[in-house]
């Protein structure tokens, strides 16, 4: 139970609210906090009178008590510290419990290190994981990471990712993989964190160094099952095979069969970024179904193909989408091709070429008057090289024509025009289509479909990883490449916490995304209440505040009440 205790410092006594808890065997203090002189208790309490409580401030409990009864069902920290070994004697706390706390932080409130301790204070945590104050020091965070090696990080997540699948019993027959990467800040001249490496960000951040991230997630709930981190500057369709080799490892672990033994049962979806011929060849000896896509502008005879042979899918399942089938040689193999018309892609892709024709022709605009004004220097092939630039976005030259006079920069002149029929052409062509292949030659065409529009699973966890507020890869102050991977798997593990948890809640009927999952939870606060009696120092009481039905309902689903104050 907690206490008021006094602390002199000179001539004068502070008062602190503590509380107790043996660690290691030794009883220590594992939560303290600062409440003042004598005097200044005193007028508080004064001011509503003998008896009545003190208000003091609210502590973070729902959303850290959910995501820590996730990381206990899963467990990390157990798993983490039979993997790496145990510590010295004087270690402030396990591996595993570190690695715990720093996902619990990246899925709650995402910080760094150093900043920690002081979001460790505005929790409860400190009720339901006993820790000395000298273990939130980020040093201690550093020390344990770098108790974790590249090997042991793949080993930790393929124990944790089969207690998930035992626990959780998630349906792994749909497999979506994709890559991306994330902007870092750390120095040029850092030579100590060869994984961040400048490359094509997707972020758009090409003045800074880059972590690339592969992820392979079931259709069933968007959850992580195999993380892959790898330098920025390599091309994702060459981080296929490591990906593909190791979701063969661990799935061959998860189902207990001999390689090869559960070909038929899953099916591994991906986009045209990773189409190779080597690829294809590994897929075709994997024991995965696979389904893929073509780039449309590639195939033109695909594309060709009259209205007249489209056929709807599934009006139930996906209204205005039509297709046809038919079977093509690709990559040195015959497959099954799906090409298909959404229309409400159709429609989406006319907008935004509007919008992007509309841009063009207000630059060729600008730039024909300043030619007729006779107000540039610039001789013709840079002028030339100008309007390219502006005709580069995809399909504006199909579009747009334009004709450039003269010959030097006083007399060049720019004249252009739209071509309706060209444009015509274009959306007739391509717009609303996309071309699937697979290797399932007795599926449903709509089952085709929903495997490859599976792909919205991964691209949402994606989204979710780069949303600053929670369950975010940023913000990342490690510099070597070492930590740089401990980080990684830490914020994949959040993912994977985070999507558990609206998969629990959706299953029982509460549809809600992870942010306003997380955000109800966080509405169940902590209250430390001070009550002074008639004599005595004062006593401390902790108690939750009033919920609602929605979260009355989360928290007797996340079990809370196991984490939660026992009262006076």
Same mark, same amino acid.
């Given at each position: 139970?907690?206490?008021?205790?006094?602390?002199?410092?000179?001539?004068?006594?502070?008062?602190?609210?503590?509380?107790?808890?043996?660690?290691?065997?030794?009883?220590?203090?594992?939560?303290?906090?600062?409440?003042?002189?004598?005097?200044?208790?005193?007028?508080?309490?004064?001011?509503?009178?003998?008896?009545?409580?003190?208000?003091?401030?609210?502590?973070?409990?729902?959303?850290?008590?959910?995501?820590?009864?996730?990381?206990?069902?899963?467990?990390?920290?157990?798993?983490?510290?039979?993997?790496?070994?145990?510590?010295?004697?004087?270690?402030?706390?396990?591996?595993?419990?570190?690695?715990?706390?720093?996902?619990?932080?990246?899925? %709650?409130?995402?910080?760094?290190?150093?900043?920690?301790?002081?979001?460790?204070?505005?929790?409860?945590?400190?009720?339901?994981?006993?820790?000395?104050?000298?273990?939130?020091?980020?040093?201690?965070?550093?020390?344990?990471?770098?108790?974790?090696?590249?090997?042991?990080?793949?080993?930790?997540?393929?124990?944790?990712?089969?207690?998930?699948?035992?626990?959780?019993?998630?349906?792994?027959?749909?497999?979506?993989?994709?890559?991306?990467?994330?902007?870092?800040?750390?120095?040029?001249?850092?030579?100590?964190?060869?994984?961040?490496?400048? +490359?094509?960000?997707?972020?758009?951040?090409?003045?800074?160094?880059? %972590?690339?991230?592969?992820?392979?997630?079931?259709?069933? +709930?968007?959850?992580? /099952?195999?993380?892959?981190?790898?330098?920025?500057?390599?091309?994702?369709?060459?981080?296929?095979?490591?990906?593909?080799?190791?979701?063969? #490892?661990?799935?061959?672990?998860?189902?207990?069969?001999?390689?090869?033994?559960?070909?038929?049962?899953?099916?591994?979806?991906?986009?045209?970024?990773?189409?190779?011929?080597?690829?294809?060849? /590994?897929?075709?000896?994997?024991?995965?179904?696979? %389904?893929?896509?073509?780039?449309?502008?590639?195939?033109?005879?695909?594309?060709? #193909?009259?209205?007249?042979?489209?056929?709807?899918?599934?009006?139930?399942?996906?209204?205005?989408?039509?297709?046809?089938?038919?079977?093509?040689?690709?990559?040195?193999?015959?497959?099954?091709?799906?090409?298909?018309?959404?229309?409400?892609?159709?429609?989406?892709?006319?907008?935004?070429?509007?919008?992007?024709?509309?841009?063009?022709?207000?630059?060729?605009?600008?730039?024909? #008057?300043?030619?007729?004004?006779?107000?540039?220097?610039?001789?013709?092939?840079?002028?030339?090289?100008?309007?390219?630039?502006?005709?580069?976005?995809?399909?504006?030259?199909?579009?747009?024509?334009?004709?450039?006079?003269?010959?030097?920069?006083?007399?060049?002149?720019?004249?252009?025009?739209?071509?309706?029929?060209?444009? =015509?052409?274009?959306?007739?062509?391509?717009?609303?289509?996309?071309?699937?292949?697979?290797?399932?030659?007795?599926?449903?065409?709509?089952?085709?479909?929903?495997?490859?529009?599976?792909?919205?699973?991964?691209?949402?966890?994606?989204?979710?990883?780069?949303?600053?507020?929670?369950?975010?890869?940023?913000?990342?102050?490690?510099?070597?490449?070492?930590?740089?991977?401990?980080?990684?798997?830490?914020?994949?593990?959040?993912?994977?916490?985070?999507?558990?948890?609206?998969?629990?809640?959706?299953?029982?009927?509460?549809?809600?995304?992870?942010?306003?999952?997380? =955000?109800?939870?966080?509405?169940?606060? =902590?209250?430390?209440?001070?009550?002074? +009696?008639?004599?005595?120092?004062?006593?401390?009481?902790?108690?939750?505040?009033?919920?609602?039905?929605?979260?009355?309902?989360?928290?007797?689903?996340?079990?809370?009440?196991?984490?939660?104050?026992?009262?006076?």
């Amino acid at each position: 139970m907690p206490s008021i205790v006094g602390k002199k410092q000179g001539n004068k006594t502070y008062y602190y609210l503590v509380e107790s808890a043996r660690v290691g065997g030794k009883p220590r203090i594992v939560s303290q906090r600062y409440l003042g002189p004598a005097e200044e208790i005193l007028a508080r309490l004064s001011e509503t009178g003998p008896g009545e409580p003190d208000r003091t401030r609210h502590l973070a409990f729902g959303d850290l008590a959910a995501v820590w009864a996730m990381l206990e069902r899963l467990k990390v920290a157990e798993i983490v510290d039979d993997v790496v070994g145990s510590r010295r004697s004087d270690a402030a706390t396990s591996v595993g419990t570190y690695i715990a706390l720093a996902t619990a932080n990246r899925v %709650v409130d995402p910080r760094s290190k150093r900043a920690f301790s002081d979001w460790w204070a505005k929790t409860a945590g400190d009720r339901f994981v006993k820790l000395p104050a000298a273990a939130l020091d980020h040093r201690r965070f550093w020390d344990a990471m770098d108790q974790i090696s590249e090997s042991a990080l793949a080993e930790i997540e393929r124990r944790i990712v089969t207690q998930m699948v035992e626990t959780f019993e998630v349906d792994l027959s749909g497999l979506v993989l994709d890559m991306t990467n994330f902007a870092t800040w750390i120095d040029s001249a850092n030579d100590r964190a060869p994984i961040a490496q400048r +490359g094509h960000s997707k972020q758009k951040r090409a003045d800074l160094r880059i %972590v690339g991230l592969g992820l392979v997630v079931s259709v069933d +709930g968007g959850i992580p /099952l195999v993380s892959h981190a790898y330098p920025g500057d390599r091309p994702d369709v060459t981080q296929f095979p490591d990906m593909v080799n190791e979701l063969d #490892a661990r799935f061959t672990m998860l189902l207990g069969d001999e390689p090869g033994d559960h070909a038929g049962r899953l099916t591994l979806v991906f986009d045209a970024g990773q189409n190779s011929e080597d690829n294809y060849e /590994l897929v075709e000896d994997s024991p995965f179904h696979f %389904v893929g896509s073509l780039p449309p502008s590639d195939h033109p005879d695909l594309l060709a #193909a009259g209205k007249d042979r489209y056929r709807a899918v599934d009006k139930g399942r996906f209204p205005g989408l039509t297709a046809f089938e038919t079977t093509k040689i690709v990559f040195g193999v015959e497959r099954r091709i799906v090409v298909t018309h959404s229309q409400n892609l159709h429609d989406k892709q006319s907008r935004g070429f509007d919008q992007t024709l509309a841009k063009a022709r207000r630059q060729l605009s600008e730039l024909a #008057a300043r030619l007729a004004r006779g107000k540039t220097r610039k001789p013709k092939d840079k002028v030339e090289a100008e309007i390219a630039e502006v005709l580069k976005p995809r399909w504006v030259a199909r579009v747009i024509s334009t004709t450039l006079t003269g010959d030097t920069p006083a007399d060049l002149r720019l004249t252009w025009r739209t071509k309706p029929k060209a444009r =015509e052409a274009l959306e007739d062509e391509l717009f609303g289509k996309r071309i699937l292949f697979t290797d399932k030659h007795h599926a449903r065409r709509s089952e085709i479909v929903a495997d490859y529009r599976s792909q919205s699973e991964v691209e949402g966890d994606f989204r979710q990883m780069k949303d600053p507020k929670v369950v975010s890869f940023s913000p990342m102050f490690h510099f070597t490449d070492q930590k740089i991977r401990v980080h990684v798997f830490y914020c994949v593990l959040a993912l994977m916490v985070a999507r558990l948890l609206t998969r629990e809640a959706d299953r029982h009927g509460m549809h809600m995304s992870v942010r306003e999952l997380l =955000e109800r939870l966080a509405e169940i606060q =902590e209250t430390v209440l001070l009550y002074q +009696g008639e004599r005595g120092r004062p006593r401390a009481r902790r108690m939750l505040t009033e919920i609602d039905p929605t979260q009355q309902r989360l928290y007797d689903l996340f079990g809370l009440d196991a984490y939660a104050p026992s009262g006076p």
